[in-house]
């Protein structure tokens, strides 16, 4: 109920305390006033009428020694005397017959008719009239009544004296209660207006203002500690929040977001002082691989490493962030060409050295590209596109660091461009396979070749498949590129296949048609359709392809493996997976990554490694390819380590159909 009306009428805390407390000295200030003037005027009326008992007893006591007839004079005096006392205004004696004796001064104008009263104030007619008995001294024994008037206008002027009285120390009361109750609800409510209007700063978002009051009262005290450690509990949280929002929980480095945002403030700060500075662009190289063979949680934990030791080239004033999955990007302020190309080299040097996680001791590389402010680019998104452009060179041509050229924009503009000619290029039959041999090196006969695309661009000319590859993978045309080119070529695969004795075609697979069976289908097709005899067909597959999935990879590989088709693991040693594991697949020759190989001697770090990958290979019943042979002094070192087969230009480059056949039938002329 309370409640209620203090709702509907929203009262503040001290105006509803001094709306109480007049309310209840309104109901209790003229009850008390009652009460008082009661008790006031029952004392004063019992007071006077005692008095005047008193009084008239006294003078009876004096009458009643006299002799009526002997002391009439003296008699006359007392009742004088009486009067001029000033509290009786008026006796009489009464006698027998009704015979009065009365006083000499002359009471008759102020005397009334005598009505005797029974309590002060009975009759109003401003006299308290009493009647006693006497007897005088003589003559006889007869009774006398004294009737005596007192004056009660006297009493009554007392009485609303004192009324008055009381109610100018009631009301005086009152002001000085209510004065107090709103010094103390000032003293009160000032400062919880003061709380109010802080919360509402705070509500408002300003949580900057630090909470204070001068109040003493603990209560007030408290609350505003309460409030402090609010605001401070508010302020962390928010800055917790702006944190989380701006940085990157993995590795604690600053997001895309708080990266755009400096590099406006950069080029903003930058211009006006006009400073050059440098952004870069970092991106890690065979990163997805990790991720994809060893899983996300190792990568996750490769990211913090590289992080950490990103951030240890870099000055405190300058920015590192992680911009994408594994994609950072670096603001030096203050930065030239040299300056950028020497910390960009610093980063490399930091990342390079090898790494243990979870028993798996990783290496990885990275491509950095640098745009230059205000050279490259006046504004963030042409800087951050101009170190794209410079980071995508570095990548594609491992150059580790590039800086951005204007040449660049072309390579830029022309994948842009090979992209949206890639679908059309098929159907027109742009792509060709050239034919490189693999050589049988115990019997020094070509025991096959691996096919290796080239597109042959109306405009552009002869494009690589290091350039197009990624492009078909990122488009989703890689799948179909094979199935066009075994369908389409398939005559001159049959007749490779037909002409020589026991030749095999490697045909390189890309990951993701080791996830889908697409390609597995339209390759039956061709076989079945064509006349392809599968066994003399090998198909090349990454280990990082087998391992990005390993158990939908050995459903494909064995979907293949049960067409008749061989399968190669290609690029071997550059991956994650062991030798070991790969025995599960139903692989049959292992290609040694050209990494190893171009410049083996027995001295190479790479020699022991060359060495036990074959004998370990063999004793899992594997056939060895070594790719990448350039010089004759491999292929001695190969024959010692009894290697099965050899690839390279030692040989002979990668030859379009005609060139190959005529080489192979020169080859086998001369041998
Ligand atoms: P890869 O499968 O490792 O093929 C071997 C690459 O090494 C070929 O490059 C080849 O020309 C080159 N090579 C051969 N011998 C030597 C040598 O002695 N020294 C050096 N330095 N290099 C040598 P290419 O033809 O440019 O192909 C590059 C990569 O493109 C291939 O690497 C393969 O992964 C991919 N590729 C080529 N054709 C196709 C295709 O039809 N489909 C798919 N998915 N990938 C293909
Ligand atoms: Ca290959
Ligand atoms: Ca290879």
Redesign the pocket.
Same mark, same amino acid.
């Given at each position: 109920m309370v409640n209620r009306i203090i709702q509907s009428l929203g009262l503040s805390t001290s105006r509803y305390i001094l709306a109480s407390i007049i309310a209840t000295h309104i109901l209790l200030l003229p009850f008390l006033y009652q009460t008082i003037t009661y008790a006031y005027k029952a004392n004063s009326f019992e007071q006077f009428e005692t008095h005047a008992r008193d009084l008239s007893g006294l003078l009876a006591d004096v009458l009643s020694t006299k002799h009526l007839l002997d002391d009439f004079k003296s008699i006359s005096e007392t009742l004088d005397s009486a009067i001029l006392g000033g509290k009786i205004n008026y006796i009489d004696i009464i006698g027998r017959d009704d015979f009065i004796i009365t006083t000499t001064i002359d009471t008759i104008l102020t005397r009334k008719d005598f009505l005797e009263d029974t309590a002060v104030g009975d009759h109003k007619d401003n006299i308290f009239y009493m009647k006693i008995p006497f007897f005088f001294k003589q003559p006889d024994n007869i009774s006398y009544h004294l009737r005596v008037g007192f004056d009660e206008s006297q009493l009554n002027d007392q009485i609303s004296l004192a009324k008055n009285l009381i109610i100018l120390i009631l009301t005086g009361y009152f002001i000085l209660i209510i004065t107090i109750i709103i010094f103390n609800t000032k003293y009160i409510s000032t400062p919880l207006r003061q709380l109010r209007k802080f919360s509402n700063e705070i509500a408002n978002g300003n949580t900057e203002i630090e909470l204070h009051t001068q109040s003493k009262l603990t209560d007030v005290q408290e609350l505003t500690h309460d409030l402090e450690k609010m605001r401070l509990t508010l302020v962390n949280l928010a800055l917790r929040m702006q944190h989380k929002a701006t940085h990157d929980d993995l590795t604690g480095l600053p997001n895309r977001f708080l990266f755009t945002d400096r590099l406006h403030n950069t080029v903003t700060l930058a211009a006006r002082k006009q400073q050059s500075f440098a952004v870069l662009l970092i991106d890690l190289d065979r990163f997805k691989e990790i991720n994809d063979t060893l899983g996300h949680s190792i990568g996750d934990e490769v990211l913090t490493i590289i992080s950490s030791r990103m951030s240890k080239g870099i000055r405190e004033s300058d920015t590192l962030a992680r911009i994408g999955g594994d994609e950072f990007a670096v603001i030096l302020i203050d930065a030239g060409l040299i300056v950028a190309e020497t910390i960009a080299r610093k980063i490399i040097q930091l990342i390079e050295p090898s790494f243990n996680v979870h028993g798996h001791s990783l290496k990885i590389g990275a491509s950095i590209g640098i745009s230059i402010f205000p050279d490259d680019g006046s504004n963030p998104g042409v800087l951050m596109q101009k170190s794209d452009i410079a980071m995508y060179n570095a990548k594609n041509n491992n150059l580790g660091i590039a800086s951005y050229h204007p040449g660049l924009d072309f390579d830029h503009y022309e994948n842009l461009l090979l992209t949206h000619d890639l679908k059309n290029s098929i159907i027109q039959g742009e792509f060709k396979?050239?034919f490189?041999p693999i050589i049988n090196l115990k019997t020094k006969e070509i025991s096959g070749c691996?096919?290796?695309?080239r597109w042959e661009h109306p405009e552009m000319g002869l494009i690589?498949? /290091?350039k197009f590859?990624p492009l078909a993978e990122k488009e989703n045309l890689?799948g179909e590129?094979?199935h066009w080119?075994i369908k389409h070529y398939a005559s001159q695969l049959k007749d490779l296949i037909n002409h020589h004795k026991n030749f095999t075609i490697s045909?390189?697979?890309?990951p993701n048609d080791l996830l889908d069976s697409a390609l597995l289908h339209s390759i039956r097709q061709t076989i079945k359709n064509d006349e392809l005899p599968a066994e003399n067909i090998y198909i090349?597959v990454t280990e990082n392809a087998i391992m990005k999935n390993p158990i939908r990879s050995a459903d494909i590989l064995s979907q293949f493996r049960s067409l008749g088709i061989n399968i190669s693991v290609?690029?071997f040693g550059t991956g994650y997976s062991s030798l070991a594991y790969l025995q599960k697949f139903p692989i049959s020759t292992l290609?040694i /990554?050209?990494s190893f190989i171009?410049n083996l001697t027995k001295e190479s770090n790479n020699y022991p490694i060359v060495s036990a990958t074959i004998t370990m290979a063999h004793d899992l019943g594997m056939r060895v390819v070594a790719?990448?042979?350039?010089h004759e002094e491999t292929i001695t070192l190969l024959n010692e380590l009894e290697c099965d087969f050899a690839?390279?230009?030692?040989y002979r480059?990668?030859q379009y159909f005609d060139e190959i056949t005529q080489w192979i039938k020169n080859y086998n002329k001369q041998s």
């Open positions: 396979p050239k490189q691996e096919l290796l695309l690589l498949p /290091d590859i890689i590129l094979t080119t045909i390189n697979i890309s090349e290609d690029d290609k /990554d050209k171009t790719e990448g042979v350039e690839q390279g230009y030692y480059q990668p």
